[in-house]
């Protein structure tokens, strides 16, 4: 015997939420190659991502993370990067990331903590 279940908008939209959280729990925000959003990891985990960045990012943003470590990037070598946000995550991008920090830094990159 067959059951009918029947589900309200509000049913439908709760379990879309639920199975789209579910997906970034397991992948990353990363809703395309432009914009790359590491958010509440690990230092672990933020290195790993930041070694994996796609050539053509545009944006990239490490809110409330453990540490951000760029000891191993060059965010030079990303030609469309418009804006790094590092908002309440600590980090070591100015001392690793050198000239391009000095030339690229004015209004680009936002630090605030």
Known sequence: MKKTIRLTEADLTRIVKKVIKEQEEVQPNRNNDDLILIENKSSDEVSEMLNELPEGIKFLAIPDCEYADFS??????????????LKGTPNNFEETQGDCYHDLSHGMYDFTK
Not at 72 to 85: A, E, G, K, Q, Y
Request: hydrophobic content about 50%; overall charge negative.
């Open 72 to 85: 191993n990037i060059d965010l030079c070598s990303f030609p469309n990067l418009i804006m790094v946000n």
